[in-house]
């Protein structure tokens, strides 16, 4: 296990996809910040909302939803979905006409995008799920015959979908919906249970010391901030923390 790092933090002005010709076009810049988000090992994306001036005269396509901050609410809500495993978002991230361009993206299955993403067939010590209530499931989903599910509060549950074949069992109940992160753990009584941790954990015992990254979106610019440290991905330019 490798000793726990500092949090690193990636910087980026929202309006770096105001001049782009189109909503995908938008879109491959946000994709470009997620793969510098990759490239350093960030555990947390900021997107700084800058000056909305850039987005009226450059992105009519952004201006389309009545919502504030528009360049910067659209790259946190594309970042969150490139961010989430592929078997996980259409249980975490909710359709958006933001959304639209996302297929246009290179296919995973060729770039390797994110490390975190975990196909059925790769075995992994570390995986990203989503509490399912398993009661409800069982015909479309059923856990193994040997499981049986464990009373839990309403609106809870010791299920999650990780991107297997079937639900694994969990050693807690989580509010259903809920994101989390499992270790697989020891065997008990012929069933394996995954035990819920912190992503930073996932990460500290990764190959690669990434485990996906956090999207937060804040006030000002990256260029209001005291000698960052500038550079620069597909002509993205970015500060690091």
Not at 69 to 89: D, G, H, I, K, W
Not at 116 to 130: I, L, N, S, W, Y
Not at 165 to 186: F, L, N
């Amino acid at each position: 296990m490798s000793p726990t790092r500092p949090t690193r933090r990636l910087s980026v002005d929202g309006t770096c996809v105001a001049c782009s010709e189109s909503l995908e076009a938008a879109t491959r810049v946000v994709w470009h910040v997620a793969c510098a988000a990759v490239l350093e090992r960030v555990d947390v994306v900021v997107v700084h909302v800058g000056s909305d001036d850039a987005i009226e005269n450059h992105a009519p396509f952004l201006d389309c939803h009545g919502e504030l901050n528009r360049a910067a609410s659209f790259m946190a809500r594309v970042l969150q979905y490139l961010e989430t495993p592929p078997c996980l978002r259409r249980g975490l991230v909710p359709t958006h006409p933001d959304l639209t361009s996302v297929g246009s993206l290179p296919p995973e299955t060729k770039t390797g995008f994110m490390p975190h993403h975990k196909r059925a067939h790769e075995e992994a010590k570390f995986r990203d799920g989503v509490v399912v209530d398993a009661k409800e499931n069982y015909k479309k989903h059923p856990p193994s015959s040997d499981d049986v599910a464990t009373p839990t509060k309403p609106g809870r549950s010791t299920f999650a979908n990780v991107g297997l074949e079937q639900y694994v069992r969990i050693d807690r109940a989580v509010r259903t919906g809920m994101r989390v992160t499992v270790a697989e753990s020891a065997i008990d009584d012929d069933i394996k249970t995954w035990r819920v941790v912190t992503r930073g954990e996932a990460r500290d015992n990764s190959n690669e010391n990434f485990w996906g990254f956090d999207v937060k979106v804040l006030s000002g610019s990256v260029r209001d901030k005291t000698k960052p440290e500038w550079r620069v991905h597909q002509g993205v330019r970015y500060c690091i923390e």
